[in-house]
């Protein structure tokens, strides 16, 4: 089955730029998409189809997706970023995520 | 305005079946290239993407636990429903339903708010 790797923890510096990779076979020759899940939240769609952001996500968030990694890139990292961040794409015909990655704002 | 609540039981014995109902408005799952998901968070772990029903009533499983699974849908009355059988306590989770849609590539943009299933061990 496809699987998807993330790093299970990043830290950044407010104001500072994250990177948050997803790695999986070919990845590139599929749509990535991305969510930002805070503790007790339920998933928030922040990138999908590799770099669009949908309404109301600020544009600190892009995405890029090439070969076989896609990455969720948030420039000016501010506090409220601090989140777990999921990736996910398609299969043949099914929806897999990636394991997740803790965003820290140190 | 788009809003999915997911209802069904709390606590399920081993060996039962979970039925998980999602009640949504603000769209019709008979649109064309419109989709409902469910995808399950066993507490403290990653997201797990479960099933996925379109507007034409095509379906598609999570090759792990496809022999598990149903998603059906009942469009008349705005709902989508998820049954997983023989429960264990490893399907112990956190289960939401979200919409998707072809035009965003089939990602998730709107989630219920998830409903927590116990299984005892």
């Known amino acids: 089955s496809y699987e998807l790797t993330q790093p299970p923890s990043v830290s950044v510096s407010p104001g500072q730029t994250a990177s948050i990779t997803c790695s999986g076979d070919?990845?590139?020759?599929?749509?990535a998409c991305w969510y930002q899940q805070k503790p007790g939240q339920h998933p928030v769609l922040v990138i999908y189809?590799?770099?669009k952001r949908p309404s109301g996500i600020p544009e600190r968030f892009s995405g890029s997706n090439s070969g076989n990694t896609a990455t969720l890139t948030i420039s000016g990292t501010q506090a409220m970023d601090e989140a777990d961040y999921y990736c996910q794409t398609w299969d043949s015909s099914t929806g897999v995520f990636g394991g997740g990655t803790k965003l820290t704002v140190l | 305005q788009i809003t999915l609540k997911e209802s069904g039981p709390t606590l399920v014995k081993p060996t039962q079946t979970l039925t998980l109902t999602c009640t949504f408005s603000?769209?019709?799952?008979?649109?064309?290239?419109?989709?409902m998901g469910w995808i399950r968070q066993p507490p403290g772990k990653a997201l797990e993407w479960l099933a996925l029903?379109?507007?034409?009533?095509?379906?598609r499983y999570s090759p792990s636990l496809k022999s598990r699974l149903t998603i059906t849908k009942d469009a008349s009355k705005n709902q989508v429903v998820l049954t997983v059988t023989n429960m264990d306590p490893v399907d112990t989770a956190t289960y939401y339903c979200?919409?998707?849609?072809?035009?965003?590539?089939?990602?998730?943009?709107?989630w219920g708010q998830g409903t927590l299933v116990t299984v005892p061990s």
């Open positions: 189809q590799d770099t």
């Open positions: 603000g769209f019709s799952l008979s649109t064309s290239a419109v989709g």
């Open positions: 070919n990845l590139g020759g599929k749509y």
């Open positions: 979200a919409h998707t849609m072809g035009s965003i590539s089939w990602s998730f943009d709107y």
């Open positions: 029903i379109y507007w034409n009533d095509d379906k």
